[in-house]
């Protein structure tokens, strides 16, 4: 046995997301001796909504489909967070998602709480006019449990700009005209012609790499002639290996839910976004790479490796075949508790989601400001008060990680923590 897998490791399960970000949370909790209330005011969710609705399908039939939405605290501002469309999505998972929303957000020192949800569904199984049914019937079933100035939506996993123009127009069209264009701001992600940021696409994806950027500048190297490794090919994936090559490093391995891909002289980022785009954006054919076992993605040699698909991607079972110099978390959650301590234990850098997929969140953001302010705001700006914010987050986050001698993703919630518990004590409880 690896003598690492030797060590005592909280014992827990770790298996679910739900569980793993509790178990961070206590470990923050733990070394900053977070008072018993508190603790248990964020230890818990706020609201849990649960709605099921019915929508006609093309052929005339009638299906019912269950959506989320879990809004886990608002000391510091709105719930703010994605829904996203998946099969599999739980009460559960929206939980765990929901508070890593909190923390993102105040780790950010944005304005904003944390909330999650979406709907069960596989949005591949349905035409664009029934997941617009599907959209419009969800948005009407959350009737006020969502708002510009209570709890802003926006996209996530399977959903997008077009899925959050239809929620806006649905949103809208529930109030009277004089209410209408004061609430533009009920969704952020939107296309840019319904008020949508320029840059919202892209600001994942440059986060992910802005964090690289600073996470090298730590460690005294250059991302130049690089070698890194992204498991998922959407927005997030796509423009963090975009951002990248553009710095000089060279993406060798991709995996998405149609196989990995290999080569270790590199594969073009644009050539295989074009390839994609023809292919349902799926990587599988593509044939300046090789096709590899799944199985074998995480244990290729490289510098980086960006988990940028689902949660709990790297676990137990395979963390001990990575060889990348840093995980950089794109994903949510993409390292289990137990992978998260023995990547610690063998020197291998994590970025933690909550600083490197930030970006998303902090360009939503500059969005709802530029609705509410009646803005226009030029993609430049958009880019460098990313790189501003997130370097902030990171330099913050390193700086509690070296004051309570523990991890960088404890580091980080202890940071994202420090903000909302002095809200609390500002504000005290009521009555």
């Known amino acids: 046995m690896n003598n690492i897998q030797e060590v005592l490791i909280p014992k ?92 993102k957000t105040s780790l950010a020192r944005l304005p904003f709480g944390g909330a999650k949800g979406g709907v069960q569904i596989n949005p591949k199984e349905y035409s664009q006019a029934e997941l617009e049914r599907v959209t419009r019937r969800f948005t009407f079933a959350m009737g006020d449990n969502i708002g510009p100035e209570y709890d802003i939506p926006a996209p996530d996993v399977n959903t997008s700009a077009q899925t959050m123009a239809w929620i806006s127009d649905t949103y809208m069209s529930t109030k009277s005209p004089d209410q209408r264009s004061r609430n533009q701001h009920i969704v952020t992600g939107k296309p840019i012609s319904a008020g949508g940021l320029e840059g919202r696409d892209q600001a994942t994806g440059y986060g992910v790499v802005v964090s690289l950027k600073r996470w090298a500048a730590h460690r005294d190297i250059s991302l130049k002639e690089m070698s890194f490794i992204v498991q998922g090919f959407g927005k997030v994936g796509y423009w963090s290996a975009h951002y990248l090559e553009k710095n000089g490093a060279k993406m060798i391995a991709v995996q998405d839910e149609s196989g990995s891909l290999y080569n270790t002289e590199g594969i073009s980022v644009e050539s295989l976004r074009a390839y994609t785009n023809s292919n349902n954006n799926r990587i599988d054919g ?96 958009v880019f460098q008060k990313l790189d501003s914010m ?42």
Not at 76 to 94: A, I, T
Not at 392 to 412: C, E, H, M, P
């Open 390 to 431: 997130i370097s902030s987050s990171f330099d913050r986050a390193l700086i509690q990680s070296d004051v309570y001698k523990t991890d960088w993703r404890t580091g980080a919630y202890i940071e994202a923590l420090s903000r909302i518990i002095a809200s609390y004590q500002q504000s005290g409880i009521f009555p």
């Open 286 to 381: 593509f044939s300046m790479a090789d096709r590899i076992d799944d199985v074998d993605f995480f244990g290729l040699a490289c510098d980086i490796c960006i988990p940028a698909a689902m949660g709990n991607q790297i676990t137990e079972k395979n963390v001990f075949d990575i060889k990348a110099k840093v995980v950089a978390e794109g994903a949510n959650g993409p390292v289990n508790n137990e992978a998260d301590y023995i990547l610690n234990e063998r020197k291998i850098d994590i970025i933690p989601d909550i600083i490197c997929n930030s970006g998303g969140v902090i360009a939503s953001y500059f969005e709802w400001l530029q609705n509410r302010n009646g803005e226009i705001w030029e993609v430049n700006e």
């Open 12 to 103: 827990k399960q770790q298996g679910h997301l739900l569980q793993n970000v509790e178990n961070q949370f206590d470990k923050a909790a733990d070394l900053i001796d977070l008072d018993e209330g508190l603790r248990k005011i964020l230890a818990s969710h706020n609201n849990e909504i649960l709605v099921n609705f019915p929508v006609k399908m093309d052929d005339g039939s009638i299906k019912v489909f269950t959506g989320f939405r879990v809004q886990h605290n608002n000391v510091l501002g709105p719930y703010k967070g994605g829904l996203r469309y998946h099969p599999n999505l739980d009460l559960d998972d929206s939980r765990a998602l929901a508070m890593w929303m909190t923390w």
